[in-house]
């Protein structure tokens, strides 16, 4: 017997959301954020940003292949990845994106960066999810990432299609 709720409102079916929410949590970003970014930077900014499924299974095979190396005792459970809302630079700064090639209008854009996070106790005793980058065997033994070490190339992602500037007719929530 399945103990996996079938109710489509329930709040802890996981990889479920009603329609109406999604909606909702849209237009509340678009209305206000969406609204005052684009006012201020004077852009049409993205609304979304798609990535392929191989990309993503990819990036996450890479994330545990790369932390068992390090420690094979890494599990599943241990790991994750963080979503930082991020802006590709102005036109004039472009250079910046050298080493990751994106076209240029995608510039002042909405982006994510996806880092992998790797659970562990803090200081304090408290279990947390740190960034950390499992192809640094060097960084302390847990593996923890400092973004302020000298420029490391790190395990992350980023290149998925922004819309703008991509088509919206593939976007549901309008």
Known sequence: MSTEST???DPLR???MSSDLIQTLIDNYRSGHGRAINSTLGIEDANSIWFDLPKLKKFISMIEEEAAKVNPDTTEEDLGIRFYYAAYPK?????????HPVEKEYA????????PTLKRESETGEVLHFDFNPTNANEE???ALSSRKANLSIIAENNGSLIPP?????ESFD
Do not use: A
């Open 108 to 115: 002042e854009k909405h982006t994510i960066v996806m880092v």
């Open 91 to 99: 036109e004039e700064n472009w250079d910046l994106m050298d080493s």
């Open 141 to 143: 033994k847990s593996m």
């Open 7 to 9: 109710n489509e409102k």
């Open 166 to 170: 991509g088509l919206s007719i593939v």
């Open 14 to 16: 996981p990889g479920f």
